[in-house]
T-cell receptor
């Protein structure tokens, strides 16, 4: 089944404890992206990757890191989480980032709470 | 900076046609407009995309005027299961030829029986 998977689905952690949220897609997609969703703010892009080893900042990259060493994986790293990073996180992938191709497939989401 | 503006919420009754309009004054010349649907606790799901005039698929129609500064998502004969948040999406070119997406805050559609 074609899908985007994220792990963990739920995480409660404490301020300053490094964590990684994994994202994997099995559709051979070039484009991958991380979003966070907060009440009243909609979806905001954190980082995105056009292809392996090509990443760029979205609208809210502060406090996050990403890497794209393999096409299928795009982990999100929080080196020193803070309470303002408590949010619902979505990973997404798309076949490519052509202007006429905007269908992104989203993962199930990771609900992160930082105490 | 590409940005979209949508109504925060809308109510409708089952069987009615619903039109949700999005403003995107700074859309790039070659960019498409895309709409997504999101149910609670799920990731967004692609509905439709278009460049100009009208696009129709099995679930919705998308109307884009000639100036492309706005677009209207049309949902025919909505049902209770269409209650969701609908997002209008455009792109923005980032550094080094990369491309990022700009979601708006979405329109919360509530369909009433």
């Amino acid at each position: 089944e074609a899908q985007v998977t994220q792990n963990p689905r739920y995480l409660i952690t404490v301020t300053g404890k490094k964590l990684t949220v994994t994202c994997s897609q099995n559709m051979n997609h070039e484009y991958m992206s991380w979003y966070r969703q907060d009440p009243g703010l909609g979806l905001r892009q954190i980082y995105y990757s056009m292809n392996v080893e090509v990443t760029d900042k979205g609208d809210v990259p502060e406090g996050y890191k990403v890497s794209r060493k393999e096409k299928r994986n795009f982990p999100l790293i929080l080196e020193s989480p803070s309470p303002n990073q408590t949010s619902l996180y979505f990973c997404a992938s798309s076949l490519s980032r052509r202007a006429d191709y905007n269908e992104q497939f989203f993962g199930p989401g990771t609900r992160l709470t930082v105490l | 900076l590409a940005k979209t503006t949508q109504p925060i919420s809308m109510d409708s009754y089952e069987g009615q046609e619903v039109n949700i309009t999005c403003s995107h004054n700074n859309i790039a010349t070659n960019d498409y407009i895309t709409w997504y649907q999101q149910f609670p606790s799920q990731g967004p799901r692609f509905i439709i995309q278009g460049y100009k005039t009208k696009v129709t698929n099995e679930v919705a129609s998308l109307f884009i005027p000639a100036d492309r500064k706005s677009s209207t998502l049309s949902l025919p004969r909505v049902s209770l299961s269409d209650t969701a948040v609908y997002y209008c999406l455009v792109g923005e070119r980032g550094s080094s030829g990369t491309y990022k997406y700009i979601f708006g805050t979405g329109t919360r559609l509530k369909v009433l029986a």
